[in-house]
């Protein structure tokens, strides 16, 4: 396909990114590029299909470490709150009376 012809490759050691950061950043990028992403050893390989065969490789490149970035920090506070979260969630709930598992009719 000529329209492809400026594709870019940029890999990501497994060690220090997850694939749930890459599928996130390529999904995040969709408007500017599609993303495949396959593995090499111990390596994420993503080849990067502009839309634009006149965008600049080292431009998208740019743009998905730096979207990969985001998603890995993303993910790493999501982890790090989700006991916070869950507290707050329960005693938000612990309140409505929904929990209540008490018989009303005695």
């Given at each position: ?9 940029v ?29 090499e ?12 065969p ?48 008490a018989?009303?009719?005695?």
């Amino acid at each position: 396909m000529s329209g492809y012809s400026a594709e870019a490759v940029v890999r990501f050691d497994q060690s220090t990114v997850e694939l749930d950061a890459l599928q996130r950043a390529a999904y995040a990028v969709a408007d500017l590029m599609t993303v495949d992403i396959a593995t090499e050893d111990t390596r994420y390989v993503c080849t990067l299909y502009p839309r634009d065969p006149t965008a600049s490789q080292a431009d998208l490149a740019h743009r998905l470490r730096s979207e990969v970035i985001d998603q890995t920090l993303r993910l790493r506070i999501a982890a790090q709150t989700d006991p916070l979260r869950n507290l707050i969630f329960a005693l938000a709930f612990s309140q409505t009376g929904l929990a209540d598992t008490a018989d009303p009719q005695t």
